[in-house]
């Protein structure tokens, strides 16, 4: 029995964009704004934005989006972020959270190995195992939230090998077994076209789209043969060509444009929104191709489990394995498992690095500008081999501290300035010399 969740009326969306402080004025300004997405981690249910307390007072939807979940992830769901969620969701009186299927961290006690942050959504292996611990998350989370729960596809670099199903029927599969709602991306769809050789045609033709909640459209640009899905460029034709193929096959209840960084002018914002509005009223749904199911060596309805899965669950410690070993090669540095594209393995670990360097320079700016030009130079040298270990606060205390540990910066008087700036956040004193001396031998011991 399909358990695809029946989107009516009242879940219909309209028209919005991705609510960021750095926009938000332009935000509030743009004419025909149906809802808002905000990123959930960025929000304090006490102390809402005044913009989006204004954005509420005028009957705009505001919706809640989380980052760092990590669904796809060996491990159960966190209860405390699930608790933040919840309260943001209330908090904002939103009518569905949104998550992604990913998974964000990696190690700790299901392989008895340090646990790994990675900053980022890595995509899950669409393999039995990864779908039995992604469906137990999935109901986890439903059973925690007080609204519904929509799931969205991610953007990847890299291919897991010996995957049992195409990423329709991956979706098609999650949905019948949880009845969770989507969230489509399209522009992750075209991303996965560059990257990984996956048709968006056929991915549409695969997922159930009457599951769909909303869409999200979005950036991006290519480098070298990648697709780099970086939420800072305009929306490029081939994603709109996307959004048209969905529209084909369903009117979707909202769909939103994303903007993450190099925010353009607000007439440009409105221009893409208006590229929307205009892709939709394309002509209407199309008879709907012979969808797929998962068949062969996918899996089926009878292969969902009989008992919950748990932390001790035979699926859930070896996808924490798989899911560990590749993490630790793409920031840690050790070698890549076997099966994996060592190539484009390099490009996701440097992607990784770039854009754990830009976010520590957003949230803690003074180290910019103490280091001047040497600063991402310094960092990623930094990150090559020291992965991240308590989120980016945190690693910018970390970063400061190798550095002083270093006797770096070279020039005094930066370094007595990031002496000071550590010391303010740490609530510590910065190591002695003879404690640094101490910390190198021991370095040099451990890695003999």
């Given amino acids: 029995m399909s358990h695809a969740p029946q989107l009516g009326n009242a879940h219909r969306l309209g028209i919005g964009i991705g609510w960021r402080p750095e926009i938000a004025e332009a935000v509030e300004a743009l004419p025909g704004i149906d809802w808002v997405e905000a990123v959930a981690e960025n929000v304090c249910p006490d102390h809402l934005p005044d913009s989006l307390v204004r954005l509420r007072a005028r009957g705009v939807t505001v ?27 209330e908090a904002l009186g939103s009518p569905l959270i949104t998550e992604h299927i990913a998974f964000v961290r990696a190690g700790g006690p299901l392989t008895a190995s340090p646990a790994l942050e990675a900053g980022h959504l890595l995509p899950v292996p669409r393999t039995k ?14 059973d925690s939230l007080p609204v519904p729960l929509a799931v969205e596809n991610i953007a990847a670099l890299i291919n897991w090998p010996d995957e049992e199903m195409t990423e329709g029927q991956f979706l098609a599969e999650l949905v019948e077994r949880t009845g969770v709602r989507l969230l489509i991306d399209v522009a992750n769809l075209h991303t996965n076209h560059v990257n990984r050789g996956e048709d968006p045609a056929t991915a549409l033709d695969q997922l159930p789209v009457e599951a769909i909640a909303y869409v999200h459209v979005a950036g991006g640009i290519e480098r070298d043969g990648v697709w780099h899905d970086t939420h800072a460029h305009p929306v490029s034709e081939p994603v709109f060509a996307v959004l048209a193929e969905l529209r084909s096959r369903v009117s979707p209840p909202g769909v939103l444009l ?31 191709r012979g969808k797929a199911t ?7 309805q009878q ?33 890549a498992p076997e099966g994996f594209d060592s190539r484009r393995l390099g490009v996701q670990s440097r992607a990784l690095g ?9 949230v803690a700016p003074e180290l910019p500008r103490i280091l001047g030009g040497g600063y991402r130079a310094a960092f990623l040298a930094y990150a ?20 002083l540990i270093g006797d770096l910066p070279e020039d005094p008087a930066a370094r007595r300035e990031l002496t000071q700036w550590w010391r303010d956040r740490s609530g510590a004193r910065p190591p002695s010399r003879a404690v ?8 040099v011991l451990v890695g003999r």
């Fill in 436 to 443: 640094r001396i101490a910390r190198v031998a021991r370095a």
């Fill in 303 to 335: 292969d969902g489990p009989a008992t919950p899965a748990t932390n001790t669950d035979p699926a859930r410690q070896r996808l924490a394995l798989a899911q560990a070993s590749l993490l630790s090669a793409l920031v840690a540095g050790t070698p």
């Fill in 384 to 403: 090559k081999s020291r992965p991240m270990r308590g989120g980016y606060r945190r690693d910018a205390l970390d970063f400061a501290e190798h550095l």
């Fill in 129 to 142: 195992d990864a779908l039995r611990v992604l469906c137990e998350n999935v109901r986890i989370a439903q």
């Fill in 354 to 362: 770039a854009k754990r360097a830009e976010v520590v320079g957003k």
């Fill in 63 to 89: 919706v809640p989006h989380g980052v760092s979940l990590g669904l796809g992830g060996a491990g159960r769901p966190d209860t405390k972020r699930l608790t933040d969620l919840a309260e943001r969701a």
């Fill in 294 to 300: 998962a068949t062969g060596s996918g899996p089926s």
């Fill in 258 to 288: 994303e903007r993450d960084d190099n925010f353009p002018p607000p007439a440009e914002l409105s221009a893409e929104l208006t590229t929307i509005r205009e892709t939709l009223r394309e002509p209407g749904p199309k008879p709907v």
